[in-house]
């Protein structure tokens, strides 16, 4: 089993910028795409990000050229990069990730809030 654990998440005023990070452990670690989810209050959960294993990124309109998303292999961790955050960026962000065989995982998620 894969376990994914955020970290990052916090109260910023708008305009700010916060770095989010997922750390992905397990026996296995084959994680073709991980990305990030964010979840208002009473609203549905939405892709913010996504980067694959080859490094392609998808973006939500929303978001685009004020986040960046990025992976390092290495330490097994995928970074969300928020800069000019809005009101509307607040809320609950959760780290997702998919093997080959189709296997999901999600993290626990942590809270963004941002003040204006």
């Known amino acids: 089993q894969v376990q994914l654990v955020e970290s990052g998440g916090g109260l910023v005023q708008a305009g700010g910028s916060l770095r989010l990070s997922c750390a992905a452990s397990?026996?296995?670690?084959?994680?073709?795409?991980m990305g990030w989810y964010h979840q208002a209050p009473g609203k549905q959960r939405e892709l913010v990000a996504s980067i694959t294993n080859g490094g392609s990124t998808n973006y939500a309109d929303s978001v685009m050229g004020r986040f960046t998303i990025s992976r390092d292999n290495a330490k097994n961790t995928v970074i969300l990069q928020m800069n000019s955050l809005k009101s509307d960026d607040t809320g609950v962000y959760y780290c997702?990730?998919?093997?080959?065989?189709?296997?999901?995982?999600w993290g626990q998620g942590t809270q963004v809030t941002v003040s204006s």
């Open positions: 397990g026996s296995r670690l084959i994680l073709n795409v």
């Open positions: 997702n990730a998919a093997n080959r065989w189709g296997d999901t995982y």
